[in-house]
């Protein structure tokens, strides 16, 4: 049906001849060579599963397309190496260096032009449904900007009050139900099937019978005025400040806080799982919402989805900051038989669901008539209670005033249960070693989205539409996990290409 319908071990053939043909004496050999980190990429990452997703998306009649795996290929390329990720110079760069049509899988004078990779968007994802440009010439009033300045780190709170127990009582009312089918499907299989997966096989994401992610936000800013463009005539007659509806290349952006900035951004928050025990920090599921929207609320619709769409995967351990502790999460992670690590947010320390029947911390500690914090004893699996000794006799720093508050010898002993309050007495204890490590890893969440934002200068692609960003969030997501395949490899780019690479082969 496509132009060009290769295995993997066909293009591989295809690379290497067509590189030895264009790039076979030693002056042009050097072009090669300075991108031997390309070309290694290109050979190991098989996209043919491309083909499969997005084959239903084609009309079987009509002139040939373009092969899906080589149009991504060359999308994900351009994400990386392309100016500014601008498709027209892109295709112009196709057009002109022979090397980038080579890698990307098409031959040197015979490569899509614009049309072809805006087309090959839409198929990807397409939350404008096919009304792009009625949704961008539609009038509305602009968003004016919060006048409400919140402290740097701080998170910006919900718009509305226990929207994530909403939230999560719809989820379990409808999680038998028949879901509709939504945008980014067929992007979400693509990176599943082309890139986690194959990390998964290789153990690049940790143990993923008892899989442990880390979620967190990350806010950026769009391509887009949010001032819009103007259709009335209020400016020819001196009026400046109208709130006259205007036209928003951008309609689903707004203003939102960005806490590591301390300053408010018109853009988008994207929410990503990363694999927690990943030596790489790799990313498994991310998501596009309004920049307003809370973390909490991020997290709660993309945990479901990445559920429902990784099946193959035992997801054990959640790892999430302060901005998620909320009754309504720990009870979605426990009917799910997932374990909460969650920070306790400042301003919610010591609050209780429920009343507990003894006195403890805010960490869940309980403490004993003397005043000193218990010692952790374990968990009792049977019973699935905590248990706690008394510090006197645990510990010999501990000179209790009044130490013999027991008849035994073994001291006083206080069992608490997760059921008292499933925030407060988690399963593994707050001040516990283990629990400490844990949270250790949730910076992962954090070196991504640096990643993402800075090394991979998302910001600077300026683009628009909710679609477009999120093909190139998960077109970085891909890159890093090609570059953890490659740091896995036993052989550097440059010594694996002079291995097959023969230049005066020509």
């Excluded at 839409?122 to 961008?136: I, K, S």
């Excluded at 945990?303 to 790892?319: A, G, Q, R, V």
């Excluded at 510090?391 to 501990?398: D, E, F, L």
Aim: aromatic share 12%.
């Amino acid at each position: 049906m496509f132009k060009s319908e290769h295995t993997h071990k066909e293009f591989q053939s295809h690379l290497v001849f067509l590189l030895n043909v264009y790039f076979g004496n030693e002056h042009f050999f050097k072009t090669v060579v300075s991108n031997a980190l390309v070309v290694f990429k290109v050979f190991l990452t098989d996209l043919i599963p491309v083909r499969d997703i997005l084959f239903s998306t084609y009309h079987p009649r009509g002139e040939k397309p373009w092969d899906p795996a080589c149009l991504f290929r060359s999308y994900w390329l351009m994400c990386q190496y392309g100016n500014r990720g601008s498709i027209t110079r892109w295709v112009q760069k196709l057009k002109s260096e022979p090397f980038w049509a080579i890698v990307s899988g098409f031959n040197p004078g015979n490569t899509p032009g614009v049309g072809t990779f805006y087309d090959f968007e839409d198929r990807l994802c397409d939350f404008d449904t096919g009304h792009r440009v009625q949704r961008c010439t539609k009038m509305h009033k602009p968003l004016s900007k919060p006048k409400k300045k919140l402290k740097k780190n701080q998170k910006q709170p919900p718009k509305h009050k226990n929207i994530v127990q909403k939230l999560v009582n719809r989820i379990l009312r409808d999680e038998n139900k028949t879901q509709p089918e939504r945008s980014d499907s067929s992007l979400q299989q693509i990176f599943k099937e082309c890139f986690v997966m194959p990390s998964a096989k290789k153990g690049l994401l940790g143990d993923t019978a008892n899989l442990a992610v880390s979620g967190d936000g990350m806010i950026f800013q769009t391509g887009a005025s949010p001032m819009g463009t103007r259709d009335c005539d209020c400016r020819q007659n001196g009026i400046f400040n109208c709130d006259c509806p205007r036209r928003f290349s951008d309609p689903d952006a707004n203003w939102g806080w960005d806490s590591y900035r301390g300053k408010y951004v018109y853009g988008y928050s994207n929410y990503t799982f990363t694999a927690a025990d990943s030596p790489y920090d790799l990313p498994v599921f991310s998501v596009l919402n309004q920049a307003a929207r809370h973390d909490s609320v991020s997290h709660t619709s993309a945990l479901y989805k990445m559920i429902t769409l990784y099946s193959e995967f035992n997801l054990n351990k959640d790892i999430l900051d302060s901005a998620h502790d909320n009754y309504a999460t720990y009870d979605l992670l426990e009917y799910w038989k997932i374990e909460a690590f969650i920070d306790l947010n400042e301003n919610n320390k010591g609050n209780f669901k429920y009343d507990p029947p003894l006195k403890v911390n805010d960490k869940g500690v309980p403490i004993c008539k003397g005043g000193f914090l218990m010692a952790n004893w374990g968990l009792d699996k049977k019973l699935h209670r905590h248990k706690w000794r008394c510090p006197h006799v645990t510990r010999k720093s501990c000179n209790c005033p009044i130490f013999n508050c027991s008849n035994s010898d073994y001291g006083r002993t206080v069992h608490t249960k997760p059921e008292w309050d499933n925030r407060i007495f988690t399963i593994t204890p707050r001040d516990s070693r283990k629990w400490k490590n844990t949270m250790k890893k949730r910076t992962s969440s954090e070196r991504r989205n640096s990643r993402v934002r800075t090394d991979y200068d998302l910001e600077n692609d300026n683009v628009r539409s909710k679609s477009r960003w999120l093909i190139r969030i998960i077109m970085r997501d891909a890159v890093m996990h090609a570059n953890a395949w490659i740091k896995e490899s036993d052989i550097s780019p440059e010594e694996w290409l002079t291995d097959w690479f023969n230049y005066r082969a020509a």
